[in-house]
């Protein structure tokens, strides 16, 4: 089912994948990423609106969604890749660029990769891929142990696809604050792309990744920052909020940070979607 109100859907191959996207309004251009384990269509209370005022492109993510879900490449620098080529393929040099969750890495990583392309960067409801490992202790562990769970082969992929929904609404329901946010119709529309060939292996080489290949070439770049503008918004009764000074974590990354918590959870545009694009305007617009 499509929520996308307003926006045209189709595919192009960028990077050597094809990528399932959705594209509309006119203006300077937006690249949004979803998070984990959402697709595109979670912007679908954001991105009509921001369509009236800018050209919008709301991809699915490698592995997400109805793209292609190849065996590797999840790491976050092909990821950014990926996008990257998205939008030259789409005609954009240069965008800017709004991720959450697992999108807001990539996104992380695209305005490392891509200065010259990533004119402003907003992430939603994260730190930093290096800060959470090389910071980890206990009371993470207990708040985000899916990341440590995925570590282990086979195991997770066997355990999820047992019970696909029982999970998704697990998780959904852990980090939601405002309950209901994510209603029916569009819970199946995730359990249905959750539950494609590929999807939970895909997903899951993500978060590997993000524990190896990323955290090694976060490492290797911790002298890099990102130079463009960087909005940083969180859940205030999520679980980034009380482990760590979110807008700090940034301040290490970026040279112009800005940011504030909202009151909902994790799922910021879903749960707070009038006060995320007021938020939203007023960054793109400054």
Same mark, same amino acid.
């Given at each position: 089912?499509?929520?996308?109100?307003?926006?045209?859907? !189709?595919?192009?191959? &960028?990077?050597?994948?094809?990528?399932? %996207?959705?594209?509309?309004?006119?203006?300077?251009?937006?690249?949004? %990423? *979803?998070?984990?384990?959402?697709?595109?269509?979670?912007?679908?209370r954001i991105a009509p609106r921001l369509a009236e005022h800018y050209t919008v492109v709301c991809p699915d993510l490698r592995g997400y969604g109805d793209s292609d879900k190849p065996r590797?490449? #999840?790491?976050?620098?092909?990821?950014?890749?990926?996008? *990257?080529?998205?939008? !030259?393929?789409?005609?954009?040099? $240069? #965008?800017?660029?709004?991720?959450?969750? !697992?999108?807001? !890495?990539?996104?992380?990583?695209?305005?490392?990769?891509?200065?010259?392309?990533?004119?402003?960067?907003?992430? +939603?409801?994260?730190?930093?891929? @290096?800060?959470?490992?090389s910071r980890t202790e206990r009371h993470l562990a207990a708040a985000y142990w899916h990341w440590f769970f995925f570590q282990a082969p086979d195991l997770p992929e066997l355990m999820i696809?047992?019970?696909?929904? &029982?999970?998704?609404? @697990?998780?959904? $329901? =852990? %980090?939601? *604050?405002?309950?209901?946010?994510?209603?029916?119709?569009?819970?199946?529309?995730?359990?249905? &792309?959750?539950?494609?060939?590929?999807?939970?292996?895909?997903?899951?080489?993500?978060?590997?990744?993000?524990?190896?290949?990323?955290?090694?070439?976060?490492?290797?770049?911790?002298?890099? $920052?990102?130079?463009?503008? +960087?909005?940083?918004?969180?859940?205030?009764f999520g679980k980034m909020h009380d482990l760590f000074d979110v807008l700090a974590t940034w301040q290490e990354k970026a040279d112009l940070v800005s940011g504030h918590p909202l009151p909902?959870? @994790?799922?910021?545009?879903?749960? =707070?979607?009038?006060?995320? +694009?007021?938020?939203? %305007?007023?960054?793109?617009?400054?």
């Amino acid at each position: 089912m499509d929520f996308m109100t307003g926006l045209e859907r !189709r595919t192009l191959k &960028a990077n050597g994948i094809r990528i399932n %996207l959705w594209v509309g309004g006119d203006g300077p251009p937006v690249l949004l %990423l *979803h998070g984990w384990p959402q697709s595109a269509q979670m912007w679908h209370r954001i991105a009509p609106r921001l369509a009236e005022h800018y050209t919008v492109v709301c991809p699915d993510l490698r592995g997400y969604g109805d793209s292609d879900k190849p065996r590797d490449g #999840y790491d976050k620098k092909t990821m950014a890749r990926d996008m *990257h080529a998205l939008m !030259r393929a789409l005609g954009h040099e $240069r #965008y800017a660029l709004i991720g959450h969750d !697992r999108g807001g !890495r990539v996104g992380h990583r695209q305005a490392l990769d891509y200065p010259e392309a990533v004119t402003r960067l907003c992430v +939603l409801d994260i730190v930093p891929t @290096h800060t959470v490992f090389s910071r980890t202790e206990r009371h993470l562990a207990a708040a985000y142990w899916h990341w440590f769970f995925f570590q282990a082969p086979d195991l997770p992929e066997l355990m999820i696809a047992a019970a696909p929904e &029982a999970f998704l609404r @697990h998780v959904f $329901r =852990a %980090l939601s *604050h405002q309950m209901g946010a994510i209603e029916e119709p569009l819970f199946q529309e995730y359990l249905r &792309a959750f539950t494609l060939p590929g999807t939970i292996r895909a997903t899951l080489e993500d978060y590997r990744a993000a524990a190896s290949r990323d955290f090694e070439d976060d490492a290797r770049d911790l002298a890099l $920052r990102v130079r463009c503008p +960087l909005l940083a918004i969180w859940g205030e009764f999520g679980k980034m909020h009380d482990l760590f000074d979110v807008l700090a974590t940034w301040q290490e990354k970026a040279d112009l940070v800005s940011g504030h918590p909202l009151p909902c959870g @994790h799922f910021i545009p879903e749960e =707070a979607p009038a006060a995320l +694009l007021a938020d939203l %305007l007023a960054f793109l617009r400054a």
